[in-house]
């Protein structure tokens, strides 16, 4: 018997770090998300998984730097509305998937933490998982890039992507 799985939006934050200008971290997160898991019971060995984030809701509180990163510079928002995953394993440590970002679909590795089940005081049954993986942006054509006059790479090639997230039963 299949156990489904959905988020529970308020208890989960979808985050991504990338260096910039090679001395600091600037951290962003999606707003607008939805996920899914399908699992034959409450190990969650072989679930699947299912994500989904709107571009629009980008946010690294930053106007400026929210509008450029939904441009044709990064994402493409118009063109390219959403950001999403689908696993293909989980093993109940390492989440295998394809991401998509743009038109581009690769294979990921998430490192993965699953904090277990419990029953909150309403009676519902959550699941908790952290996971975390970096990409290289460049490798999904988000290729713009700028070097500042003393030659520092403005953003980082190399962008971490984190999901904390607490599902409910269904």
Do not use: C
């Amino acid at each position: 018997m299949e156990n489904n799985w959905k988020i529970d939006e308020t208890h989960s934050e979808i985050n991504f770090k990338v260096k910039h200008m090679m001395i600091s971290t600037v951290t962003g997160n999606f707003e607008s998300f939805d996920a899914k898991v399908e699992s034959s019971d409450d190990s969650f060995k072989d679930a699947k998984f299912q994500f989904n984030a709107d571009i629009e809701s980008v946010n690294t509180r930053n106007k400026d730097r929210d509008t450029h990163l939904k441009s044709e510079d990064f994402f493409n928002a118009e063109k390219f509305p959403k950001l999403s995953f689908k696993s293909t394993a989980f093993d109940g440590e390492k989440l295998k998937g394809e991401l998509t970002i743009k038109d581009v679909t690769k294979e990921v590795e998430l490192d993965v933490d699953f904090n277990g089940v419990a029953e909150d005081p309403y009676g519902q049954t959550k699941a908790g998982f952290d996971m975390e993986t970096s990409i290289n942006r460049k490798d999904f054509d988000l290729t713009w890039s700028a070097v500042t006059e003393a030659g520092s790479i403005v953003v980082s090639d190399k962008v971490k992507l984190i999901a904390n997230v607490q599902f409910v039963k269904q």
